[in-house]
């Protein structure tokens, strides 16, 4: 059931070419365009050929173009989702747009702010994620506006919201094994003025070796690297400012 889970991701390349070789370098990945009649749409895939995520070319970055990597959420009926999203506090950033026979996509923010795509699938229902080198493994939404992000996803989507224990602000939108995003409270956490987005964490062999490899490439590292209970990872952006998190998994003993 693909309702109210990451099923696609997707990223604008202002320049296509540089924004393939820096990918392409770090992760492996290839990129087929989808020809003039689907914009030069590439679809990226992983080694292996698993089809992760997409890429639009030459759009120029300006404030209606998200420039962040945008997450999109499985919905059954797109329109009533839409509908939802008002009636909850969100804003429709872009109606609905067919996308070939493919399905049909739209684009709204949440009440803190952070944009998020939303799809109804028709013949392509999302990625296969088969949490290798340079797959996304992880799917967040960096939030400033916890409680009212936290009903949203309840209302729009509906996330059972299991929370994390201990206090800290962090919940998942289903319980335990079954969760495939989560959403962090992120007042405190981000610099002020931080616009709230979507975050990917994508899987790597070796997390200091892809650092690197991530700088000689012209990117930054942004964060760590740092441990944590699920490996060891390390905020990154790639030449054009996009952030991305990279996680090795934690050694077998």
């Known amino acids: 059931m693909s309702a109210g889970n990451p099923v696609w991701i997707d990223i604008n390349f202002p320049d296509p070419a540089a924004g393939e070789e820096f990918y392409t370098s770090l992760f492996g990945w290839t990129f087929e365009d989808q020809g003039p009649t689907m914009g030069d749409y590439r679809m990226i895939h992983a080694p292996g050929g698993h089809v992760i995520a997409g890429a639009s070319p ?3 970055q300006d404030a209606s173009v998200p420039t962040e990597w945008m997450v999109h959420l499985g919905v059954d009926d797109l329109e009533a989702a ?4 008002s009636a909850a506090g969100g804003k429709t950033l872009s109606e609905p747009m067919p996308v ?8 709204v923010s949440t009440p803190s702010g952070a944009a998020l795509g939303l799809w109804q699938a028709a013949s392509f229902t999302g990625f296969t994620l088969p949490q290798t080198h340079g797959t996304p493994v992880w799917f967040e939404h960096m939030s400033t506006d916890f409680d009212a992000d936290l009903a949203f996803y309840a209302a729009v989507f509906g996330w059972e919201n299991a929370l994390m224990e201990g206090g800290f602000g962090y919940a998942t939108n289903w319980p335990a094994e079954t969760a495939t995003a989560g959403l962090c409270d992120a007042a405190n956490i981000l610099p002020a003025g931080t ?8 899987q790597v062999k070796d997390t200091e070796e892809s650092m690197h490899r991530v700088t000689d490439l012209g990117g930054t590292v942004l ?3 740092m441990d944590s209970p699920f490996g060891r990872l390390c905020t990154v952006a790639d030449p054009y400012g996009h952030a991305f998190q990279i996680i090795s998994r934690p050694a077998e003993d």
């Open 195 to 202: 616009q709230p987005f979507w975050r990917i964490y994508f």
């Open 58 to 60: 030459g759009i120029p």
């Open 223 to 225: 964060d760590g690297p």
């Open 100 to 107: 070939g026979e493919l399905g049909t996509v739209a684009v």
């Open 82 to 85: 839409l509908t939802r999203v």
